[in-house]
């Protein structure tokens, strides 16, 4: 039954070009959204920019422009990117727009007049000569407890304190170098805990969330939410609040709402006004929020209680997805990998990327690992020498050798046929699923069975004798490439669009089924074949990294870091005392009153998990850890904390502060395994 959807990707912050982390996200909902088409379901695809706040006001006084003129540029950038990779939105509009402005009007009025809001004087540092209160980041000093200078107002890098930038000592303004002042200001917070019942249920509900994504949901619901606070003081770039002038919504309390003010500007120009309120009041179709597992806590609490609040409808679904590493780290300026949509399109087809991410996501919150031999290696042996190459060799040939024209599919080609069947219904709940990588490797299926055929069938040696044998062989071999091209033109649009006409078809793929008509038979011809994706070296991936390291800011001289001296020399045996195995965080939490500490609960392959607490609360935010192997020693005498029993220990280097790593393995590795 055709169903509707509206589908939103995270909005992307307008201080900042988009970059390949960023495309998982949008390459992901982008593919989708066209496999939605492709079942025949109405979908809506809707984004915009991210333009207000603190850091993108402060960014726009430094490059000499009015907000407006800063996000302006990135809003033209980021649209041509995002149409470079195809990626192609119903609407992209900006949550600096009038429409955003009335919905969060019409928000704020029905939370104030719903008794929704509370209002509390707020204490905060405040920079005499910027006029201006200082958030966390813009404040450093001393930390209170251990005494290491210049440490920024949230946490000490040294000794992972978490405080207020109150706290710390002999405080500074990084805007002025000034000395701040305590100032207090009042401010409009929603009483969280007032929705917990609504939340539970919400996050309860069937197929709202990923299971692992619930679990976050129900440890933060487990202790009493705390009042979310909604204004911030001028200056700031954002929309004043109507009845307090010089206060300005929360860059996140507008930002979401951007979707429904997406959606509106979607309405209009499709001559649909009204569709807006249908999807939003009135209860059309499904909602989908397709996210990073960065911001869960954003869109799994704070925006369904103001939802909820606001009587509007709330979303059906948080997609969440892992996050992008590059050969298995994060995305770093220094290192070149932190690359720009814009700058990998300088080098390489936007193709080969749209390929590799989509065969790389799926339904799971773990992160995505771009591996640059893997993907070199990939791209040809998948893509070009398997998809690509049985399109062209199995063209070329009916073009010269035949005239083009399609033969018969025979009698006994009908088990090749039912299998592509098969793997077409199978690839396109995968992709309903969340499941591109599965729907990839059921296109690439195809491809692998069409060119087995090909090469044991050798058309060249029949074509002789037989030339009506060889005619139906390449014809059977240009269905079945046609049905891969079916199932994989939602990941691959511009491939299937290229391919479509050489097999003398029009335009391109609209509907899955098409994949299963096998209908490319005679008197039908091919069209005019011609190349379609040239391989890929490592030398090219290698250019972007270094064009990618030029744009960076030179990296900060590096102080020697004495290495620490070698403990005493021990035997292979007294090594092998230590019993190093392969875990698998399955969730994490901060620790009340321990501000070092996370909680972990890792999958050894045992019975049931281990409660494990690592100190690793200032490196990393816990919800980037699930999914993450880690390496765990085993065999440790568990030790009771004040917290409670930690069986385990999680290795990590660094030199501490937001400098820690874990050590990590791939996800193939299966959790249990012993490390040697
Ligand atoms: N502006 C907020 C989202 C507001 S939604 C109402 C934001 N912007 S962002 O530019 O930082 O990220 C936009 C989306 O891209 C987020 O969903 C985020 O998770 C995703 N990604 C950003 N960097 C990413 C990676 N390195 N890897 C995968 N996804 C990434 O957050
Ligand atoms: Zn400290």
Redesign the pocket.
Same mark, same amino acid.
């Given at each position: 039954m055709p169903e509707s959807y509206l589908v939103t990707a995270g909005l992307p912050y307008a201080n900042g070009s988009i970059h390949i982390g960023h495309l998982v996200e949008y390459l992901m909902a982008d593919t989708y959204v066209r496999a939605l088409r492709m079942s025949g379901h109405e979908a809506v695809f809707v984004c915009a920019d991210d333009t207000h706040g603190t850091p993108i006001e402060i960014n726009a006084r430094k490059a000499g422009k009015t907000p407006q003129e800063f996000v302006a540029l990135y809003a033209e950038e980021h649209i041509r990117d995002f149409h470079r990779f195809s990626i192609e939105f119903d609407s992209f509009s900006s949550t600096n727009s009038e429409e955003n402005r009335r919905w969060v009007h019409e928000i704020y009025a029905r939370l104030r007049d719903g008794g929704h809001l509370i209002e509390r004087d707020l204490e905060q540092l405040y920079d005499t000569e910027a006029k201006r209160f200082l958030p966390d980041r813009f404040v450093k000093g001393t930390?209170p407890? %251990?005494?290491?200078e210049d440490?920024y107002g949230d946490v %000490?890098e040294?000794?992972?304190?978490t405080y207020e930038p109150k706290d710390l000592i002999n405080p500074r303004s990084v805007l002025t170098d000034s000395t701040p002042v305590l100032k207090t200001s009042t401010h409009l917070f929603v009483p969280l805990k007032t929705y917990q019942d609504f939340l539970r249920d919400w996050t309860h509900t069937e197929s709202r969330l990923q299971p692992e994504v619930r679990k976050f949901v129900e440890a933060w619901l487990q202790e009493d939410l705390k009042d979310w606070c909604i204004s911030r003081d001028a200056p700031y770039f954002g929309f004043e609040i109507p009845d307090r002038p010089g206060k300005f919504f929360y860059v996140w309390l507008d930002a979401p709402v951007g979707y429904i003010a997406s959606t509106e500007q979607w309405a209009k120009t499709a001559g649909t006004p009204k569709a807006v309120d249908q999807f939003w009041r009135e209860g059309r179709g499904k909602i989908i929020h397709i996210i990073g597992k960065d911001i869960i806590y954003f869109h799994t609490l704070f925006w369904p209680a103001t939802l909820h609040a606001a009587g509007l409808r709330v979303p059906d679904r948080i997609q969440v997805h892992g996050m992008l590493t590059v050969d298995g780290v994060k995305m770093s300026k220094t290192r070149g990998t932190f690359i720009n949509a814009s700058t990998y399109l300088e080098h390489l087809d936007p193709m080969y990327l749209r390929f590799f991410l989509t065969s790389k996501t799926g339904a799971s919150l773990t992160d995505i690992d771009l591996g640059v031999d893997e993907f070199v290696h990939r791209v040809n042996a998948e893509l070009v020498n398997n998809l690509a190459n049985l399109l062209s060799r199995s063209l070329s040939f009916l073009n010269t050798k035949l005239d083009g024209i399609y033969g018969h599919l025979e009698a006994d080609t009908e088990p090749y046929i039912l299998q592509a069947k098969e793997a077409l219904r199978l690839g396109e709940a995968q992709y309903a699923g969340f499941d591109l990588s599965g729907a990839v490797r059921s296109a690439l299926d195809i491809a692998t069975l069409g060119n087995k055929l090909f090469q044991d069938g050798a058309p060249w040696k029949v074509l002789k004798e037989d030339p009506e044998k060889a005619r139906n062989l390449v014809t059977l071999c240009l269905n079945l490439a046609r049905a891969a091209v079916v199932m994989i033109a939602p990941a691959l649009p511009t491939l299937a669009e290229k391919v479509y006409p050489m097999l003398g078809l029009s335009l391109r793929p609209t509907r899955f089924e098409e994949g299963a008509a096998f209908d490319l038979v005679a008197p039908r011809r091919a069209g005019a074949h011609d190349r379609i994706i040239d391989r890929i070296t490592r030398k090219e991936f290698d250019q972007i990294v270094e064009a990618t390291k030029a744009l960076a800011p030179p990296a900060p001289e590096a102080s020697p870091s004495p290495v620490e001296p070698l403990a005493p020399e021990i035997d292979i045996e007294t090594f092998s005392k230590v019993d190093l195995r392969v875990g698998r965080v399955l969730s994490a939490s901060t620790v009340e009153g321990a501000t070092k500490l996370l909680r972990l609960e890792v999958d050894l392959g045992e019975d049931k998990p281990r409660q494990i607490f690592a100190g690793i609360r200032s490196a990393y935010p816990p919800e980037a850890l699930i999914g993450k192997n880690v390496l765990v020693a085993a065999n440790l005498k568990p030790r009771q904390m004040k917290f409670g029993l930690s069986e385990g220990m999680v290795l990590a280097a660094g030199p501490g502060g937001k400098d820690i790593w874990l050590a990590e393995f791939p996800e193939e590795v299966t959790p249990g395994n012993r490390v040697h």
């Amino acid at each position: 039954m055709p169903e509707s959807y509206l589908v939103t990707a995270g909005l992307p912050y307008a201080n900042g070009s988009i970059h390949i982390g960023h495309l998982v996200e949008y390459l992901m909902a982008d593919t989708y959204v066209r496999a939605l088409r492709m079942s025949g379901h109405e979908a809506v695809f809707v984004c915009a920019d991210d333009t207000h706040g603190t850091p993108i006001e402060i960014n726009a006084r430094k490059a000499g422009k009015t907000p407006q003129e800063f996000v302006a540029l990135y809003a033209e950038e980021h649209i041509r990117d995002f149409h470079r990779f195809s990626i192609e939105f119903d609407s992209f509009s900006s949550t600096n727009s009038e429409e955003n402005r009335r919905w969060v009007h019409e928000i704020y009025a029905r939370l104030r007049d719903g008794g929704h809001l509370i209002e509390r004087d707020l204490e905060q540092l405040y920079d005499t000569e910027a006029k201006r209160f200082l958030p966390d980041r813009f404040v450093k000093g001393t930390c209170p407890k %251990c005494g290491t200078e210049d440490q920024y107002g949230d946490v %000490c890098e040294s000794c992972k304190t978490t405080y207020e930038p109150k706290d710390l000592i002999n405080p500074r303004s990084v805007l002025t170098d000034s000395t701040p002042v305590l100032k207090t200001s009042t401010h409009l917070f929603v009483p969280l805990k007032t929705y917990q019942d609504f939340l539970r249920d919400w996050t309860h509900t069937e197929s709202r969330l990923q299971p692992e994504v619930r679990k976050f949901v129900e440890a933060w619901l487990q202790e009493d939410l705390k009042d979310w606070c909604i204004s911030r003081d001028a200056p700031y770039f954002g929309f004043e609040i109507p009845d307090r002038p010089g206060k300005f919504f929360y860059v996140w309390l507008d930002a979401p709402v951007g979707y429904i003010a997406s959606t509106e500007q979607w309405a209009k120009t499709a001559g649909t006004p009204k569709a807006v309120d249908q999807f939003w009041r009135e209860g059309r179709g499904k909602i989908i929020h397709i996210i990073g597992k960065d911001i869960i806590y954003f869109h799994t609490l704070f925006w369904p209680a103001t939802l909820h609040a606001a009587g509007l409808r709330v979303p059906d679904r948080i997609q969440v997805h892992g996050m992008l590493t590059v050969d298995g780290v994060k995305m770093s300026k220094t290192r070149g990998t932190f690359i720009n949509a814009s700058t990998y399109l300088e080098h390489l087809d936007p193709m080969y990327l749209r390929f590799f991410l989509t065969s790389k996501t799926g339904a799971s919150l773990t992160d995505i690992d771009l591996g640059v031999d893997e993907f070199v290696h990939r791209v040809n042996a998948e893509l070009v020498n398997n998809l690509a190459n049985l399109l062209s060799r199995s063209l070329s040939f009916l073009n010269t050798k035949l005239d083009g024209i399609y033969g018969h599919l025979e009698a006994d080609t009908e088990p090749y046929i039912l299998q592509a069947k098969e793997a077409l219904r199978l690839g396109e709940a995968q992709y309903a699923g969340f499941d591109l990588s599965g729907a990839v490797r059921s296109a690439l299926d195809i491809a692998t069975l069409g060119n087995k055929l090909f090469q044991d069938g050798a058309p060249w040696k029949v074509l002789k004798e037989d030339p009506e044998k060889a005619r139906n062989l390449v014809t059977l071999c240009l269905n079945l490439a046609r049905a891969a091209v079916v199932m994989i033109a939602p990941a691959l649009p511009t491939l299937a669009e290229k391919v479509y006409p050489m097999l003398g078809l029009s335009l391109r793929p609209t509907r899955f089924e098409e994949g299963a008509a096998f209908d490319l038979v005679a008197p039908r011809r091919a069209g005019a074949h011609d190349r379609i994706i040239d391989r890929i070296t490592r030398k090219e991936f290698d250019q972007i990294v270094e064009a990618t390291k030029a744009l960076a800011p030179p990296a900060p001289e590096a102080s020697p870091s004495p290495v620490e001296p070698l403990a005493p020399e021990i035997d292979i045996e007294t090594f092998s005392k230590v019993d190093l195995r392969v875990g698998r965080v399955l969730s994490a939490s901060t620790v009340e009153g321990a501000t070092k500490l996370l909680r972990l609960e890792v999958d050894l392959g045992e019975d049931k998990p281990r409660q494990i607490f690592a100190g690793i609360r200032s490196a990393y935010p816990p919800e980037a850890l699930i999914g993450k192997n880690v390496l765990v020693a085993a065999n440790l005498k568990p030790r009771q904390m004040k917290f409670g029993l930690s069986e385990g220990m999680v290795l990590a280097a660094g030199p501490g502060g937001k400098d820690i790593w874990l050590a990590e393995f791939p996800e193939e590795v299966t959790p249990g395994n012993r490390v040697h």
